[in-house]
T-cell receptor, first 111, second 116 residues
Framework: TQLLEQSPQFLSIQEGENLTVYCNSS?????LQWYRQEPGEGPVLLVT???GGEVKKLKRLTFQFGDARKDSSLHITAAQPGDTGLYLC???????????WGAGTKLIIKP | DVKVTQSSRYLVKRTGEKVFLECVQD?????MFWYRQDPGLGLRLIYF???????EKGDIPEGYSVSREKKERFSLILESASTNQTSMYLC???????????????FGPGTRLTVL
């Protein structure tokens, strides 16, 4: 059973468009992390959110943690080919501090 | 910069062979992890270690063992490789800042293992 559902699984858009990807669960997390993984490389941490309702910005990327700490979103403004990659979310369960990974959203930005 | 290196990028082995995957980190991190990554399944934790000679089972330890004789090195061993162990294997390390699974993990580039 996948405790962290990421959607969409795959997204291909043109350079300059905006997009949002989602990370959803019925479980409560004490913190949630977003990673980006480029082909042939390991995941690299982008951000950690810990407070319900928290919004963090990283240049054109905006991350939001849901008020109930069960979900998160990543919004990219004016996507660029360099944003191409697999975006993974990982949450630490409040109940037992286990780290749960989503399956990822594969994002392709076409020039 | 933290650097996590893995001994091979690509590896092809035959069923029944013993396979060693090596991981080395250069930042004196206490915690080290082994994951496998399969399409549609995300990362699944195989084993982790929070100190030299200490190891803990993750979610899918069956068919694997690990060794941590030195702080910087964490080895994953497939005692008798099987085709269902064909996967991408990722090693990670983190500094112990209090909560092992909330500390930032730094990943190696991965080893793509194919078992024929």
């Amino acid at each position: 059973t996948q405790l962290l559902e990421q959607s969409p699984q795959f997204l291909s858009i043109q350079e300059g468009e905006n997009l949002t990807v989602y990370c959803n669960s019925s479980s409560v997390f004490s913190s949630l992390q977003w990673y980006r993984q480029e082909p042939g490389e390991g995941p690299v941490l982008l951000v950690t959110v810990v407070t319900g309702g928290e919004v963090k910005k990283l240049k054109r990327l905006t991350f939001q943690f849901g008020d109930a700490r069960k979900d998160s979103s990543l919004h990219i403004t004016a996507a660029q080919p360099g944003d191409t990659g697999l975006y993974l979310c990982a949450g630490t369960l409040s109940s037992n501090y286990q780290l749960i990974w989503g399956a990822g959203t594969k994002l392709i930005i076409k020039p | 910069d933290v650097k996590v290196t893995q001994s091979s990028r690509y590896l092809v082995k035959r069923t029944g062979e013993k396979v060693f995957l090596e991981c080395v980190q250069d930042m004196d991190h206490e915690n080290m992890f082994w994951y496998r990554q399969d399409p549609g399944l995300g990362l699944r934790l195989i084993y982790f270690s929070y100190d030299v000679k200490m190891k803990e089972k993750g979610d899918i330890p069956e068919g694997y063992s690990v060794s941590r004789e030195k702080k910087e090195r964490f080895s994953l061993i497939l005692e008798s490789a099987s085709t269902n162990q064909t996967s991408m294997y990722l090693c990670a390390s983190s500094l112990d800042e209090g909560a092992i699974f909330t500390d930032t993990q730094y990943f190696g580039p991965g080893t793509r293992l194919t078992v024929l």
